[in-house]
């Protein structure tokens, strides 16, 4: 079993900046890719940024250029470094992980309860 447990999330003006954090504990091998999604209410859940163990990363194009995905393997820390938010950034984003390779697809098997990220413009 895996455990997902993200942190960061706030409320921020158009232009700014927020870190989320995801702490993950449990099977190594059920954690080798870790990603992260949003989701706006009456919107799907879509794949923001993943990153595989070996360090690829993945972006949806919404996102590329403004945010980054990271990983601290010694903290077991999973982070998303968003950069010039927008409005339609504001979503609940999730932190997911598994053992397969899903990329943005929300295929993934464990996932944390998520954290608010508001942008106002």
């Not at 995905?69 to 470094?81: E, V």
Request: neutral net charge; aromatic residues 12%.
């Amino acid at each position: 079993q895996v455990q997902v447990m993200e942190s960061g999330g706030g409320s921020v003006q158009a232009g700014g900046s927020l870190r989320l954090s995801c702490v993950a504990s449990g099977d190594t091998d059920s954690r080798h890719f870790m990603g992260w999604f949003r989701q706006a209410p009456g919107k799907e859940r879509e794949g923001v940024a993943a990153i595989y163990t070996y360090g690829l990363e993945i972006y949806a194009d919404s996102v590329k250029g403004r945010f980054i995905i990271s990983k601290d393997n010694a903290k077991n820390t999973l982070y998303l470094q968003m950069n010039s938010l927008k409005p339609e950034d504001t979503a609940m984003y999730y932190c997911a992980a598994d053992r397969s390779a899903w990329g943005l697809m929300p295929r993934y098997n464990f996932w944390g309860q998520g954290t608010q990220v508001t942008v106002s413009s």
